[in-house]
């Protein structure tokens, strides 16, 4: 009876990003990444929900330190505000190098940020998956531009990936990017 009152509690954490009984899928990783390719800006175009993006703009730069481990800074435009939050990447198995580890504080763990697709140029396809002692799982997954805007096309691909690969995208939504300062 305990995991039922987990389950309540975490109910209104998880009612606002998306969710699914079972354990995490495993998508299909960029096979040959090259994160030296990679790094650098990416504005966000499409997500699924995440409570801790609600605002427009958004946008992630990535960077490798001198200690070898990645910067990844953050920014939104929310409430009025520019938001700024800064994490620490790391790849936990170089044979694996598109499943990349994000952490944003001392006090939680890392977590996934997999690489599905990328030309590194135009688009990348990114998706995190968190366990919930493999009764639940809560989805994330990106659409992400080298520019704020990408074409239909490129849209329609992503998400046609994110298909393949058993992602429920009926809760996916469009990042406000207008009037944005670069």
Known sequence: MPWVCLLLLLAPLASAQTYHWGPC???????????????????????????????????????????????????????????????????????????????????????????????????SVVYSCADVLRIFHVEYAWILGRSRFLPGEAIRYAQGLLLEEGI?????RATDQEGCKD
Request: charged residues 25%; proline residues 8%; hydrophobic residues 35%.
């Open 25 to 123: 899928p495993t998508p299909k990783v960029q096979p040959g990444f090259s994160l030296e390719k990679y790094l650098g800006r990416w504005y966000e175009i499409e997500k699924l929900p995440a409570s801790f993006a609600k605002g427009k703009c958004i946008e992630s730069n990535f960077s490798v330190r001198k200690d070898g481990t990645i910067e990844v800074t953050n920014f939104q435009f929310y409430k009025d505000k520019l938001r700024k939050v800064e994490g620490t990447g790391v790849t936990p198995d170089p044979r694996e190098a598109a499943k990349l580890a994000l952490g944003f504080s001392y006090f939680t763990p890392y977590s996934p940020y997999w690489v599905l697709s990328t030309d590194y140029a135009t688009v």
């Open 168 to 172: 429920d995208l009926y809760k996916m």
